[in-house]
């Protein structure tokens, strides 16, 4: 009797052992899901960030080419109006000039 007391006693052991080899085993499985999703989110923002750094290079640069047009779009104007209103002093002051700047032309 004593020998079935220790074979059931080993049993429910190894019982023990199983189910938390199982439960081990799932979240094993689940964190490995998780990761496997996580890794996903990453990528993706990798190249949202690459998307959005692309995106502000370009619209830096076009506002760059307009601010050039505007400048260049400046000078033309001062240089016509030194050349027309020689005599009849500035009408057209700069466009990014202050409200003094534009009194004093």
Request: hydrophobic share 30%.
């Amino acid at each position: 009797m004593e020998n079935n007391a220790e074979l059931v006693r080993l049993e429910e052991f190894v019982d023990k052992l199983l189910n938390k080899y199982n439960q081990l085993k799932a979240e094993f499985h689940a964190l490995r899901e998780k990761l496997s999703e996580r890794d996903a989110e990453c990528a993706e923002l990798k190249n949202n960030v690459y998307n959005l750094t692309t995106e502000r290079t370009e619209v830096g640069n076009r506002v760059a080419g307009l601010l050039d047009r505007i400048e260049q779009w400046e000078t033309e104007q001062e240089t016509f109006s030194a050349e027309k209103d020689g005599a009849y002093g500035s009408v057209q002051g700069s466009l990014f000039g202050s409200a003094s700047e534009d009194k004093n032309n």
